[in-house]
């Protein structure tokens, strides 16, 4: 199945998905050292998102949060590419400075947590494999 | 794509005209198409928030650093509060490790061609813009005092896009650029004289908790015969904290207040009992207070005139920090103010505030005449916190 979205960020990545239903406030909500999800209560608390599509509704918090994501990507533990309902303007730079493709105008309840997916940001698609 | 770029902003986004031009370009376009810009518009000015070590880190400032490689500012760029004074950070208390980080910081931002006036009061020292000018500003408190008491046009930028405008001169023509989004949403009718840089913030209060309320962002108020910039300042940094509000109108007292229709639903009263019980909100029970502050947004060279009045000849017993701008700090010096405060113990903190000052958990109860250095004192720092008018706050510092 392939899903049409807008390109918000380009860039190919082929990788498994992790879905949320929550928002994501990178500042604060993710240790950037781990990958890992820490807000308290979040749906994802503990689990990594390093190397994964991630799948959620729109950023929350702080804007601080765009330099968590670049933090992220040059230690290696930044997700393979964002997926999002409706992007924010955190997310959005946040995936621009740091380079991680992203596609936004998804319905994400097509798209289940250990699917294997595509995110085409260059042409602003989602395939489910 | 609906936004149209001129040849110029092409190349720029072509890489033609390098690196750090190209990555601003990039950030600016994607968030013209997001909000549905149809162009880019020319900026007269660009305030760059996000400077302290303390919410940067590494992350930030590697960013930074990047940009810095070939990135130079194409207007006036002045630079929000870092985290410490750079003169006076050891009598502050602030480790030499956070203090080498942060100069690292200021350095960087300094590279890229930024005035590095390190405070959130830019239109008190010359980041000046007139009525109707687009401008790209972060720190939320004066982007609301511009768009709203000077009448320039700016969205509520974060630290990469305001970079971004600063590198390009150029920002997305979306938002509150357009007269089409610049109508007050709320009529908010205060009924009851309001007073002091406390109370206009405890109004801030008020009129933010409500817009958050109501999903609303753009408040119109009626009742307030006079406001001091003092008191307006006060307001802005209040109702941007809580409301997240970047524009609100006043009768009588901004300029725009007659370019659009009063709002005709969503009216709302304020009245002596609404101040009282928001006061109180604002005033934490068993508060031990220990630390004193006066100048959130940074404090104007009045202000600082009316401290040294109440300080002549006292001794202060708290610790007292007066938060400023450096030159506004340097202006009292010259007309003997600082002398004054300095000799009564208080002490001036130029280039930071309590808000990004690394100083969590340091105090225990801080006195304040700011709604806003209320909420971070709380949130961030986690100290008790305590509002009053600033004449209450220099006694409480001598008590």
Redesign the interface.
Known sequence: MKLEGRKIYKGIAEAEAIVTKDGISFYGGVDPDTGKVVEVGHELEGQSITGKVLVFPTGKGSTVGSYTMYRMKKKNTAPAAIVNEQIDTIIAVGCIISEIPCVDKIDINNIKTGQKIIVNGSEGTVEIK | MRLKLTSEEKDMLDGKQGRSTQ?SM??LT??G??FDAECMIEVYSVQI??VSYA??????L??LSEMAEDGKVRVLTTLNPAGMDRENWQALGIEKEFAVNQNRAIDTFAKMGIITTCSCTPYLIGNAPHFGQHIAW?ESSAVCYSNSVIGARTNRE????ALAAALTGKTPKYGYHLDKNRHGQVLIEVKVPVKGTDEFGVLGKIIGDKLVELGKKIPYITGISSATVEELKSFCASVATYGGTALFHMEGITPEYNMYPKPRDNIFEINQDNLNKTRSELIDDDIEIDFVSIGCPHASIHEIATIASLLKGEKVKKEFWITTARPTKRIADEAGYSKIIEDAGAKFAADTCCVVAPIKGRFKGIMVDSAKACYYGRAKNKFKVKIGTIEECVKEATI
């Open positions: 990555k990039e950030i994607t968030l198409e997001i928030a996000g919410n940067l880190g590494e992350a930030g590697e960013f972060a974060g630290g990469p896009s």
